[in-house]
């Protein structure tokens, strides 16, 4: 699929880049999302949250001064009608500078909900140290994709968890076209808001190599019923819209991740649960591990809360990294 001839063309196209001073460039991709042929509820979970797969452009912009040093930007495959929310945008963090030109593994990293998404730059910063291309997408109304007074309630608020889903996924086919990427090794890591994300997504089909999911899991309609903070001030904000019991639940179901689950290549996501979370509780996470079959080794289970856990910061950012996806041979050329 990638010969080594084109993965060297990348790379040299990287340096030149830089070496010029380049700016800007423009590529062309083609999403290879594979939901074709899916019975049962899945199927008609996938029915929901699918798109039309097709050709489209990703913007590359080098920026100076930045903690990042690339924004990339493409088009969401759901439409809103609102160009800023439907652009979406990656925060580009480069590996160190020993690494710079070599084929390096990627890692898309999905924020959390607060605005300034504090976990989802720590994240990306220090897989970038750890000799990583990271890659911090902004979700619907974050960022670059914000703004000023709007709020997704309601239906608005299905319609930004469907768009989120498939530019996460969407994301991992622009990823694969950039310089100094190995197409055959990318990951996905997800926090909180971006955990439930990216269990959506690891269920979509079988495009990401791994994925790691963290302070997330599944039961969305048991999560807003018992859930604290975060999640009660989202139960009350969609109660305020018309959403609650049944109501609620039917919304939810849409982009519920157990309905999903048993498409996820267990071997091959892990998930990091705090046991005295009362944000997601561990019955929610529990209920994800076994609807997805996640082997026990996969489900890291540490003290703490939705918030304190970010103690273990260092020994999970080292778990993701030596869980990455072992490079896969070429695919043989008829």
Known sequence: MFPSNLISAGVM???????????????????SLDTAAVMGDAGAALSGLRWEPGEFSIEL????????????????????????????ALLWHRPEV??????????????ESGSAMPVGKLFARAFAAKGVHSFLIQLP????RHREGIRPDGEQFLTTMRQAIADVRRARDVVARLPGVDPRRIALQGTSLGGFVSATV????????????????????????NGEKEAAQLRERLRQAGYSGDRLARLLDTIEPLRLASRIASDRMWLYTADQDRVVPLANALALKQAANLPDANHVRVWGDHTSTIVFFPVIVQHVIDHLPETKPPTKQP
């Open 98 to 111: 020993e690494h710079f030109g070599e084929i390096r593994p990627a890692i898309v990293v999905v924020h």
């Open 141 to 144: 109304h974050y960022g670059l």
């Open 13 to 31: 196209l990287w340096l030149l880049s830089a070496a010029c001073g380049m700016t800007a460039e423009v590529l062309t991709a083609r999403d």
């Open 202 to 225: 690891a269920g979509l089909d079988q495009g990401y190599d791994a994925t790691f999911i963290m302070l997330a899991g599944g039961d969305l309609a048991s999560l807003l019923q």
């Open 61 to 88: 912009a080098e920026v100076a001064n930045e903690q990042h040093q690339a924004v990339v930007r493409f088009a969401s495959p759901i439409s809103t009608g609102d160009e800023v929310i439907d652009r979406v």
